[in-house]
C-alpha cells in the first residue's frame, strides 16, 4: 500500500492551495483518512481527519479555512486550504487506516509529505 500527496507549493498570503493523496495497492477498506502537518522545528500536528461517512474532525487554527474530503471511489483524501497564513507553512502528510483484505488487521499508513510555503 502507497499514499502519494500532491499539490503543495509556494502561495501568497490569503490564497489557496487544494492537496490531493491516493492510496494505491491491495486495498480492501479504508476507514479513517487525514492531514497533519510538521513546521519547521515543531512536532507533528493534526490538521484534520475525515472517517469513511465523511464525518470530518479539524484543528481549531484551520477551522472555517481548510476543508477535507474524500472520494472513496477514488481512494483519495483532499484537503482545500483557503485563506492561506504564513503560519501555514509546513510539510503537510497524509495518512490512512486501511484494511488490506477482508478480515484482515488495520493499518496505519503515511504518505511521503508535500512542501506548503506561505509568503509574499
Known amino acids: 500500500v502507497q499514499l502519494q500527496a500532491s499539490g503543495g507549493g509556494v502561495v501568497q498570503p490569503g490564497g489557496s492551495l487544494r492537496l490531493s493523496c491516493a492510496a494505491s495497492?491491495?486495498?480492501?477498506?479504508?476507514?479513517?483518512m487525514g492531514w497533519y502537518r510538521q513546521a519547521p522545528g515543531k512536532q507533528r500536528e493534526l490538521v484534520a481527519v475525515?472517517?469513511?461517512?465523511?464525518?470530518?474532525n479539524y484543528a481549531d487554527a484551520v477551522k472555517g479555512r481548510f476543508t477535507v474530503s474524500r472520494d472513496n471511489a477514488k481512494n483519495t483524501v483532499y484537503l482545500q486550504m483557503n485563506s492561506l497564513k504564513p503560519e501555514d507553512t509546513a510539510v503537510y502528510y497524509c495518512?490512512?487506516?486501511?484494511?488490506?483484505?477482508?478480515?484482515?488487521?488495520?493499518?496505519?499508513?503515511w504518505g511521503q509529505g508535500t512542501l506548503v510555503t506561505v509568503s509574499s
Open positions: 475525515i472517517t469513511r461517512g465523511r464525518v470530518t
Open positions: 495497492g491491495s486495498i480492501f477498506d479504508i476507514n479513517r
Open positions: 495518512n490512512a487506516v486501511i484494511q488490506t483484505t477482508m478480515g484482515s488487521n488495520t493499518y496505519l499508513y
